[in-house]
């Protein structure tokens, strides 16, 4: 039997997607002293790194990063043979989803080209999301094709990776990691990995099912929570209450082992996780004969947000004895979240696209999200500035709150807006100063749920 990390001194690592995630966990471990190989098989990924360009705006991570690229700690390649050299290999692929279908292919040409270089010894971690059962059903026989057999030459443990956009470095290093192995020396081999390189809490979960399932639990509770949020918020805007009250005085309850945790309602949940992750669950669940009601009402209810926002926003203009046609709305905050530059499902851009379909005529600034991908995406050339965008606005909409918006005063811009201006606020949950305030300087104001 062969004993997977044994205990030397440096352990070194390949990170197999050097995406967001592959990316942000190579950052932190090479920061952390181990010598990383990030492998991406596209070209471009892997030139943008060499060329020393981080393309998330994730708080802390260039630094980190290039500083790791400039020492040689870490190392990128679209070549997978380094990675037969590592003590640990991470697979951090994407795995999306069409319709509720798992779309493999990623993750499967990671496991095809590793089996080819594994080697006895050898601990695999998988971080990638995927519904449960692909670790042992896909993941596994996948790399015994090479020869070699998991739990017996090879170690192999599901650890999820729970980390949010924006925060993502604070919580590699301090989130718990809940490990799955496929035996008991995977996992051992898996939780000393963790604890030696970053040195996280680690909880144990019996199997790999087990730790797919908690991570699949995670989103799907964080959805649903969002749409009951979403759900308040309208009825709340009905009641002329405000939600942002009810939700902070009901979050004093106390339950279970903590308070009660009311989310924030918004324009909508977007991103890469959150739109997918819940319907892996209702996949799964189906394919085993148990039908999950909520995955789709809290899909459903959030997925309706952004025309709910563009209703909130024809009727405010009408208010102002306005129409949305040829009437200038300023769009602030292109991403689907704060303090991030990621597009990904935006539910930002169905607000937009149905705007434009109604004849307004809309600017969109995001000072965080790179232009060109704004223009694709979004069919339109994002605005120059803030004030660029603002120029004449009847409407301003903040669609994302990025800490970079802080510095601009509406107030202060007042003769740059039209005459008759509503802030709509889809979750930038501005504090009642500061409505009160755009109130005082005849800005109109209206919050989702507020
Ligand atoms: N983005 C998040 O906030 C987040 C959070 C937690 C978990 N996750 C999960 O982590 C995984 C990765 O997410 P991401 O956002 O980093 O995805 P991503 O799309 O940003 O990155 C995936 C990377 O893998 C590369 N790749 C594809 N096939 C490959 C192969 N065979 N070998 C090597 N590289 C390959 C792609 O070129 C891409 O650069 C997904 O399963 C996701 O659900 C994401």
């Not at 470095?169 to 192995?181: M, N, Q, S």
């Amino acid at each position: 039997m062969v004993k997977f990390l044994t205990d030397q001194e440096k352990i070194s690592a390949a990170v197999l997607g050097m995406g967001y995630v592959g990316t942000a966990v190579a950052a932190v471990l090479a920061g952390e002293g181990v010598g990383v190989v990030g492998v991406d098989v596209d070209p471009e990924v892997i030139g943008r790194l060499e060329a020393r360009r981080c393309p998330f705006h994730e708080p802390g991570l260039p630094e980190l990063l290039l500083g790791a690229l400039d020492s040689g700690g870490l190392r990128v390649t679209t070549d997978y043979a380094p990675v037969g050299e590592a003590d640990v290999v991470i697979i951090a692929v994407g795995t999306p989803v069409r319709g509720t279908e798992l779309v493999d292919a990623q993750l499967r040409g990671a496991c095809e080209r590793l089996a080819a270089r594994l080697r006895p010894g050898q601990l695999v971690i998988l971080k990638s999301t995927v519904p449960p059962g692909v670790s042992r059903k896909l993941v596994a026989p996948l790399l015994e094709r090479g020869g070699l057999k998991a739990g017996v030459d090879f170690g192999l443990a599901f650890c999820p990776e729970r980390l949010s956009e924006g925060r993502a470095l604070h919580e590699l290093r301090t989130f718990p990691i809940a490990v799955g192995g496929w035996c008991r020396d995977s996992a051992r081999a898996a939780a000393a990995f963790w604890r030696r390189t970053i040195g996280a809490e680690v909880i144990d979960c019996t199997s790999m099912e087990s730790a797919e399932m908690v991570k699949l639990a995670g989103n799907w509770w964080i959805d649903h929570n969002i749409a009951m949020a979403n759900e308040l918020a309208r009825l709340c805007g009905a009641l002329d209450v405000d939600v942002l009250e009810v939700i902070a005085v009901a979050n004093t309850m106390r339950k279970g082992t903590g308070n009660v945790n009311i989310l924030l309602p918004s324009v909508g949940v977007g991103g890469s996780c959150l739109t997918k992750d819940p319907w892996m669950v209702w996949r799964a669940a189906r394919e085993r004969a148990v039908d999950l009601e909520t995955v789709p009402v809290a899909r459903r209810v959030n997925d309706a947000m952004p025309a709910h926002t563009v209703d909130l926003i024809d009727r405010e203009l009408a208010r102002l004895g306005l129409g949305l046609e040829g009437t200038r709305i300023a769009v602030l905050g292109a991403a689907f979240k704060n303090n991030t530059g990621d597009l990904r499902a935006t539910p930002v851009l169905p607000v937009v696209a149905a705007l434009r379909r109604r004849g307004a005529d809309v600017a969109v600034f995001d000072p965080l999200a790179d232009p060109a991908e704004v223009h694709r995406i979004f069919g339109l050339a994002p605005a120059a500035s803030a004030r660029d965008a603002l120029k004449g606005a009847a409407c301003v909409a903040v669609l994302a709150r990025h800490d970079a918006f802080d510095g601009i005063d509406f107030v202060a811009l007042r003769d740059t807006l039209a005459e008759s201006c509503v802030i709509v606020d889809g979750r930038a949950y501005y504090s009642k100063e500061t409505i009160d305030r755009f109130r005082r300087h005849g800005l109109a104001y209206r919050g989702i749920g507020r």
